[in-house]
């Protein structure tokens, strides 16, 4: 299909879908053309590594940069940002397996074990009183199956599960991560997500303390009676993943994917659609954190470090400042290369050679005023052991600039030895552990929408219905979505990155209760 009569191809119930969800049919065209002729994979350079791109502080630095935030933050609007769209179906994918494929009547659940090499589920049910959900799942079966005591345990574990996920009752499978029961009531007033993260945010915040969570339709009522359930003094906010951010699918003959009733199939874009909710605050300082990311213990470490990284940008943030307010009055050469060493050393900005040699001064502050009048970014990043994700690499655009960034493997030519090489290299992870600054030296909002790289985008391959369909997803809110950021790395305890990716996870001791 050439590019030309694509649009043609669209019928009237298509272009009211996409009127309805607000995409631009030129942004479909450039889709296309991405998923027929491949994205640009990021040129990698070296990988970052302690005192190359990633900062570390001894404890008495720690403890430093803790109480200039503690002193800094009151005169600041602070506020969390935690992404809490996803459903929690990743969580229990194996269960939902069991579910579909096990039979009580054939066979024995230790059978459908080494039929499957169904580890995770022998896990899950070695651990199963140790979930925190345990009580609350029995309750629930006691009352459905009148007979449920008399029932052989390879029964009871099937009803324990089908009660857990089916939609008819806890519906686990469908609902948001923010609203599983993660952590035991009985040991910890807070126990789901979003009782975690307000925690965290009151233990931030300076003055009054705000949340906002992005959540999926239809659930933002489910996250306002959790938090109005307990006593605080937060203000919650909440939005939705814009529509106009999704992608249109494509089948694996570059046409457009329909579903069995022939509706064009648009699919969300990825985390990196986020950059549109995050533009939305008003906040001085903002701190990124993920739904699932949460603990049942460590709170005073995470609350810690989340200070650590916020003295940080602070600090930084306010040398910037002083730098843009008095930027006017220089009109000495001897305090721009004062200036450009700073932004060398400190914010990892590549100075390219022209500017450093034979650039007159006019040049020089143009180029520093450009770098340096843009959001801010620090990143925790933790040790890496075996996490999938993001991590920081220094990489090489196409305009030949250095700049330090958190890259996906999806955004890599793994062909490519070399490239492959310096990916295997990587020490650190990204935990999506971050704090923003996204305000002007003059109190004016940054358009954070004007500092994504548009090249870093990737094609995802995926299914529906059964049939294979390919899409572009946008840069991720933490890639190519920040890419024209400052950036600062700045290594953390793993201690404070605990994920729950699949349900066993809530069985590591960070997810215990308290001894």
Same mark, same amino acid.
């Given at each position: 299909?050439?590019?030309?009569?694509?649009?043609? $191809?669209?019928?009237s119930?298509? !272009?009211? !879908?996409?009127n309805?969800?607000?995409?631009?049919?030129?942004?479909?065209?450039?889709?296309?053309?991405?998923c027929?002729?491949?994205?640009?994979?990021?040129?990698?350079?070296?990988?970052?590594?302690?005192?190359?791109?990633?900062k570390?502080?001894?404890?008495?630095?720690?403890?430093?940069?803790?109480?200039?935030?503690?002193?800094?933050?009151?005169?600041?609007?602070?506020?969390?940002f935690?992404?809490? +769209? #996803?459903?929690?179906?990743r969580?229990?994918?194996?269960?939902?397996?069991?579910?579909?494929?096990?039979?009580?009547?054939?066979?024995?659940?230790? $059978?459908?074990?080494?039929?499957?090499?169904?580890?995770?589920?022998?896990?899950?049910?070695?651990?199963?009183?140790?979930?925190?959900?345990y009580?609350?799942?029995?309750q629930?079966? *006691?009352k459905?199956?009148?007979?449920?005591?008399? *029932?052989?345990s390879?029964?009871?574990?099937?009803?324990?599960?089908?009660? /857990?996920?089916?939609?008819?009752?806890?519906? &686990?499978?469908?609902?948001?991560?923010?609203?599983?029961?993660?952590?035991?009531?009985?040991?910890?007033?807070?126990?789901?997500?979003?009782?975690?993260?307000?925690?965290?945010?009151?233990?931030?915040?300076?003055?009054?303390?705000?949340?906002?969570?992005?959540?999926?339709?239809?659930?933002?009522?489910?996250?306002?009676?959790?938090i109005?359930?307990?006593e605080?003094?937060?203000?919650?906010t909440?939005?939705?993943?814009?529509? +106009?951010?999704? +992608?249109?699918?494509?089948?694996?003959?570059?046409?457009?994917?329909?579903?069995?009733?022939?509706?064009?199939?648009?699919?969300?874009?990825?985390?990196?659609?986020?950059?549109?909710?995050?533009?939305?605050?008003?906040?001085?300082?903002?701190?990124?954190?993920?739904?699932?990311?949460?603990?049942?213990?460590?709170?005073?470490?995470?609350?810690?470090?989340?200070?650590?990284?916020?003295?940080?940008?602070?600090?930084?943030?306010?040398?910037?400042?002083?730098?843009?307010?008095?930027?006017?009055?220089?009109?000495?050469?001897?305090?721009?290369?004062?200036?450009?060493?700073?932004?060398?050393?400190?914010?990892?900005?590549?100075?390219?050679?022209?500017?450093?040699?034979?650039?007159?001064?006019?040049?020089?502050?143009?180029?520093?005023?450009?770098?340096?009048?843009?959001?801010?970014r620090?990143?925790?990043?933790?040790?890496?052991?075996?996490?999938?994700?993001?991590?920081?690499?220094?990489?090489?655009?196409?305009?030949?600039?250095?700049? !330090?960034?958190?890259?996906?493997?999806?955004?890599?030519?793994?062909?490519?030895?070399?490239?492959?090489?310096?990916?295997?290299?990587?020490?650190?992870?990204?935990?999506?552990?971050?704090?923003?600054?996204?305000?002007?030296?003059?109190?004016?909002?940054?358009?954070?929408?004007?500092?994504?790289? $548009?090249?870093? #985008? &990737?094609?995802?391959?995926?299914?529906?219905?059964?049939?294979?369909?390919?899409?572009?997803?946008?840069?991720?809110?933490?890639?190519?979505? /920040?890419?024209?950021?400052?950036s600062?790395?700045?290594?953390?305890?793993?201690?404070?990155?605990?994920?729950?990716?699949?349900?066993?996870?809530?069985?590591?001791?960070?997810?215990?209760?308290?001894?």
């Amino acid at each position: 299909m050439q590019i030309f009569n694509l649009k043609d $191809s669209l019928s009237s119930s298509d !272009l009211k !879908l996409l009127n309805e969800q607000n995409i631009d049919i030129d942004k479909i065209v450039d889709q296309y053309n991405k998923c027929t002729k491949g994205t640009i994979p990021t040129n990698l350079v070296r990988v970052a590594t302690v005192n190359d791109g990633i900062k570390t502080l001894s404890d008495s630095e720690k403890n430093i940069t803790v109480s200039f935030y503690n002193n800094n933050v009151k005169d600041l609007d602070v506020e969390k940002f935690v992404p809490a +769209s #996803g459903a929690a179906s990743r969580m229990f994918k194996f269960l939902t397996d069991f579910v579909s494929k096990y039979n009580p009547e054939n066979e024995s659940i230790n $059978s459908y074990i080494n039929k499957y090499e169904a580890h995770e589920l022998q896990t899950f049910i070695i651990g199963l009183d140790k979930f925190s959900f345990y009580n609350i799942v029995q309750q629930q079966c *006691l009352k459905i199956f009148v007979n449920y005591n008399s *029932l052989s345990s390879d029964h009871k574990i099937l009803c324990f599960v089908k009660v /857990m996920l089916d939609e008819k009752y806890l519906n &686990f499978t469908n609902k948001p991560k923010g609203l599983i029961t993660f952590h035991n009531p009985e040991s910890e007033v807070y126990h789901t997500p979003v009782h975690k993260h307000i925690e965290e945010a009151l233990g931030m915040s300076g003055n009054d303390p705000k949340i906002h969570f992005t959540v999926s339709d239809g659930f933002e009522k489910d996250f306002r009676d959790i938090i109005s359930e307990n006593e605080n003094n937060i203000t919650a906010t909440f939005s939705t993943q814009m529509t +106009s951010t999704n +992608s249109v699918a494509f089948d694996l003959d570059n046409k457009f994917f329909r579903d069995n009733e022939n509706q064009l199939l648009t699919r969300p874009g990825g985390h990196g659609a986020l950059i549109e909710n995050l533009n939305q605050l008003n906040s001085d300082i903002v701190f990124i954190r993920n739904i699932d990311n949460v603990a049942n213990r460590n709170l005073e470490l995470i609350i810690f470090n989340k200070k650590v990284i916020g003295g940080i940008l602070i600090k930084h943030q306010q040398i910037i400042f002083n730098i843009l307010n008095k930027f006017d009055s220089v009109q000495k050469t001897e305090n721009i290369i004062e200036i450009l060493n700073y932004m060398e050393k400190d914010l990892n900005i590549f100075i390219p050679h022209k500017i450093k040699t034979n650039s007159s001064l006019n040049e020089i502050k143009d180029f520093v005023y450009n770098k340096l009048d843009r959001p801010i970014r620090v990143c925790g990043m933790v040790k890496n052991e075996g996490e999938a994700g993001g991590g920081p690499f220094w990489i090489k655009n196409d305009k030949g600039e250095i700049s !330090l960034q958190i890259i996906e493997s999806a955004q890599i030519d793994v062909t490519n030895l070399s490239q492959r090489l310096i990916l295997s290299q990587s020490t650190h992870f990204n935990p999506v552990d971050i704090v923003c600054g996204i305000k002007r030296h003059n109190g004016q909002k940054f358009d954070l929408t004007q500092y994504i790289d $548009s090249n870093t #985008g &990737f094609i995802v391959h995926k299914t529906h219905e059964g049939r294979d369909l390919k899409a572009y997803e946008l840069p991720g809110l933490w890639n190519g979505a /920040m890419a024209d950021w400052i950036s600062i790395f700045v290594e953390v305890p793993i201690e404070t990155f605990n994920p729950v990716k699949t349900v066993n996870d809530l069985l590591k001791e960070a997810h215990q209760p308290k001894k």
